[in-house]
């Protein structure tokens, strides 16, 4: 199997849809459509159900607690479902008999979420790292998960995180509100701009961790609605602090969610460069200097986000590398095939997403030399030549180009 490397700035001009800024109720309304359009890979989110790499980690391992969140979500589907069908009969009643059906039906489903996702804002890993947590103290690394995550589950996502880089990570909760009405939140979040508290908490603390001289690095790292979310946070960012100092921020998303990432030239000169037939020498020609997205070609939630809106161009900013395969959850499918642990908990340097082989057109390989070694700017068709004749050479791997990799087991990629 193959993974597909697709680069930044892909698509023609003219290949752009609705915008992202449009009209909120058609923006709903594609966002319909585009449900519509690739519900058929709904059933493949919770699959495969095998979870013997991750162990009590995985989201779907056996143990009592995974077993609760599990039937409490099961029990919300349905009751969130039997209240959006009940409410047209809603208009055979009194206006106050209605209103109060619907206050009641909130508070039970708050109630329950409440179990869910308790009282904490934020969550730090919990699992020991040993010594490798104090030779990174001048990084910062800060996670916000996707849909039906309650507290449980996003202690498993930071502490399999923790493990996987050997870094402590924060959790900012976006709290759960049963899988049906995330869905309706996302919708909201990403067609109507609105910042929820987990949104507004994140920004907080990135912008105070970005702000402080002490940290070299703020490590952003986003799963399902979490990349919704982080764009809107970036998008202030973008607003509101100094590029030089956005140059310390990373983001890294797994089946991400959100319609578009913003990430602007720092220069008008750069961007002329990046629209013409030379490729500008600096590594750092825009305000975030890294950005990687990961993605299953058929989890559901990557096909109605990143992967429905990559191709246009100056939409979604940022390196995708799509794999072959189901599944949406972030330990039990993408981390264990992306960084699977060996028993002593440390990543296992030969694996099968790593090794995989590399595909990308000449564009991705424009993109390559962009974000490459430093090197003097050189014509379109001289950068493709040498290209082609490294590629003939050596078989290009996952682990060539993925920045992500190079932080594994407390390391740190040479740039």
């Known amino acids: 199997m193959l993974v597909q490397l697709v680069p930044s700035q892909t698509g023609p001009p003219t290949s752009t849809p609705l915008p992202y800024t449009g009209n ?66 809603l208009t055979a009643v ?43 103290e001048d990084e910062c690394w800060i996670f916000l998960n996707g849909v039906a995550t309650g507290k449980h589950w996003l202690q498993a996502n930071i502490d399999r995180l923790s493990l996987t880089f050997r870094r402590p990570v924060i959790g900012v909760h976006n709290r759960t509100y049963g899988i049906i009405f995330d869905l309706i939140q996302c919708i909201i979040e990403r067609n109507f701009v609105y910042p929820t508290l987990d949104i507004r908490n994140s920004y ?7 702000l402080q001289d ?28 100094p590029h030089d100092t956005l140059q310390k921020l990373e983001i890294y ?62 939409r979604y900013m940022g390196r995708i590398f799509i794999r072959s395969g189901m599944g949406h959850l972030l330990n039990q499918h993408y981390l264990n095939s992306m ?37 003097e700017p050189v014509s379109l068709r001289r950068a493709e030549s040498v290209l082609r004749a490294e590629m003939e050479r050596r078989k290009s791997k996952v682990r060539d180009f993925s920045r992500l990799w190079e932080y594994r087991n407390g390391g740190k990629p040479d740039y």
């Open 339 to 375: 960084f699977p642990l060996d028993k002593a908990g440390r990543v296992v340097e030969k694996n099968g997403f790593m090794d995989q082989e590399v595909i990308f057109s000449s564009a991705g390989a424009v993109e390559r030399a962009r974000e490459g070694s430093p090197v």
């Open 24 to 89: 909120p109720f058609l923006l709903c309304w594609d966002d319909v459509l585009l449900f519509s359009k690739h519900s058929w890979s709904i059933i493949g989110i919770l699959l495969p159900l095998k979870t013997s790499l991750g162990g009590p980690l995985d989201e779907l391992h056996p143990s009592a607690r995974n077993l609760f969140c599990v039937g409490l979500h099961g029990f919300l589907i349905i009751f969130q479902l039997a209240f959006l069908i009940s409410l047209p009969f």
């Open 204 to 210: 907080l603390l990135i912008k105070e961790r970005l």
């Open 253 to 314: 998303t797994f089946g991400s969610a959100a319609n578009h990432f913003n990430n602007p030239h720092r220069t008008s000169s750069a961007m002329k460069a990046s629209q013409t037939e030379t490729i500008p020498a600096p590594r750092n020609d825009k305000a975030v200097r890294h950005i990687e997205h990961y993605a299953s070609d058929t989890d559901f939630v990557a096909r109605w986000g990143v992967l429905a809106f990559h191709h246009t161009r100056n």
């Open 94 to 136: 009194f206006v106050w008999t209605a209103l109060l059906y619907v206050v009641v039906v909130m508070l039970v489903n708050l109630g329950l979420c409440w179990i869910l996702n308790g009282n904490e804002n934020f969550l730090k890993s919990k699992v020991n790292i040993g010594d490798e947590g104090e030779d990174n």
């Open 214 to 241: 002490h940290h070299k690095k703020v490590i952003l790292l986003l799963h399902s609605q979490g990349g919704i979310e982080g764009g809107m946070i970036l998008d202030w960012l973008l607003s509101e602090l």
